[in-house]
């Protein structure tokens, strides 16, 4: 164990100069600033998507810009999404030359980012902290467990990650996931959603490792040292933050 986190020291104090950002920014609780902070890092994950989906038009960040700009006015941020497709579509139709690649951003991730603050919108700040335990679980126990122990290839997609390791990773969030689920909820709902919103993490780390392959980077970008880019740190989140909103809207 003391090799693994000798060998991850950079991984691990990037992690954790994030997640004391992400600690201050929660504590001062401001739908503007969390709202800013997640479309600063929107910019920056469509300039990745851009390289994962080999996309050459600059014109994606003035649709996302706008849609993200309304986005703070209106009441269900996700709803937006099918605006700006439809934009898309009725754009393609009538000119004939926008690169049909230019809707693969809009799904990933911006609309992933609208649900993550929907999830904010609806639920406050507490239930982002939630998302974020439950999935850092996930990341951290997956890494660890399968370091230590992991034998079984989980995914020809990703040849480092492991069943023994996903097993692992998904214990350690439902535990950590229960203590901060949302206090109003059932222990039972609060067991489940952890499972499965950290089960969907893991498939959200699986398919930004399927861009990557499929485009042949290593990361999506290098702005975090020890994890690579925004989207390679944020991809479980990505997953996560849509399945939560909708369990949560499911148990009312």
């Known amino acids: 164990m003391a090799n693994i986190i000798k060998e991850s020291s950079t991984r691990i104090k990037t992690g954790l ?6 600690i201050i920014i929660g504590y001062i609780d401001s739908y503007f600033l969390i709202w800013a902070v997640l479309g600063i890092l929107l910019m920056i994950s469509i300039s990745e998507a851009k390289k994962l989906f080999q996309l ?12 993200w700009f309304a986005a703070y006015f209106y ?15 009725s754009q393609l139709a009538y000119k004939k030359t926008l690169d049909k690649k230019m809707f693969l951003p809009l799904f990933y991730p911006t609309a992933s980012f609208l649900f993550l603050l929907s999830l ?17 679980g996930a990341d951290i126990g997956a890494y660890f467990v399968g370091k230590s122990i992991g034998k079984t290839k989980f995914s020809e997609t990703s040849p480092n990650k492991t069943i023994e390791g996903v097993v692992g990773g998904v214990i350690v969030a439902a535990i950590l996931g229960t203590y901060f689920a949302n206090e109003n909820l059932h222990i039972i709902s609060a067991v489940i959603i952890s ?49 939560m909103l909708v369990l949560l809207r499911v148990v009312g």
């Open 17 to 22: 100069v994030l997640i004391i950002a992400m």
């Open 56 to 67: 050459e038009s600059d014109s994606i960040y003035v649709y996302s810009a706008l849609l």
């Open 75 to 89: 009441p269900t941020p996700e709803d937006l999404i099918f605006i700006v497709a439809i934009g898309y579509a």
């Open 120 to 136: 904010y919108s609806e639920y406050g700040v507490m239930t982002l902290l939630w998302l974020l335990v439950v999935v850092a």
């Open 195 to 243: 499972i499965i919103v950290a089960f969907a993490s893991v498939f959200g780390d699986l398919f930004e490792s399927y861009l990557k392959r499929e485009a042949n980077i290593k990361d999506s970008g290098s702005i975090l040292p020890g994890h690579g880019g925004i989207l390679d740190r944020s991809d479980g989140y990505l997953f996560g933050a849509i399945v």
